[in-house]
């Protein structure tokens, strides 16, 4: 199947472990050859070998900034995987040098006994559900929100093909022009001294 995306597009995806986020981000990539993923936990081993929070997470983010603003740059449209947990982060990855590019973050929302149970069967506890727990805000302010369900795979995909809807529509609210002018450095300064107090 392919995918006719309009426009280019830096997509954040947001969501616990488990919560669905690489499967969505690899079917994206995997159904539209001008799809690119960043994945920050892989960025993370590559680098470090360790989990978040790592040694540099502001390195991390840095680099990852950096990496999608090139490949908006060259036409890809972006799928960042990462749990962003807060919204300081969510906005930092939302936001681009790169001209012309419809934002969206996807909140991937999962019921609370589905999320344990996943994390249960992969690592043998839920101490990842609970530590995000710490750190996890709900979405505000002016950044797009598309709140995606997967719960299960017919959920899944029931949710994928909205999305994929919206993907390909010529109009939806989430075009540039539309778009709230927040200045870079300063989301950048906010995400610096987030990482200090909290990491």
Not at 99 to 126: C, M, P, Q, T, Y
């Amino acid at each position: 199947m392919s995918v006719a995306v309009k426009g280019l597009w830096n997509i954040v995806l947001s969501g616990y472990p488990k919560s669905g986020k690489t499967t969505l981000a690899k079917r994206l990539i995997a159904e539209n050859q001008f799809f690119a993923r960043i994945g920050v936990d892989e960025l993370r081993q590559m680098i470090f070998n360790e989990f978040p929070p790592c040694r540099d997470e502001f390195l991390i983010y840095s680099m990852i900034a950096e990496m999608r603003d090139s490949l908006l740059k060259k036409g890809y449209s972006v799928v960042i995987d990462s749990t962003a947990p807060d919204n300081v982060t969510r906005q930092f990855l939302l936001e681009t040098r790169a001209e012309h590019v419809n934002r969206l973050l996807v909140v991937l929302n999962v019921d609370r006994d589905v999320l344990i149970k996943r994390n249960i069967e992969k690592s043998g506890d839920a101490s990842a559900v609970l530590a995000w727990d710490k750190r996890w805000e709900e979405p505000k302010g002016a950044i797009p929100i598309f709140k995606f369900k997967s719960n299960d795979m017919k959920e899944f995909d029931a949710y994928y093909a909205r999305l994929i809807e919206l993907l390909e529509s010529e109009t939806h609210p989430f075009k540039p022009e539309f778009h709230e002018v927040i200045r870079l450095e300063e989301i950048r300064k906010a995400l610096k001294n987030f990482f200090k107090r909290y990491l």
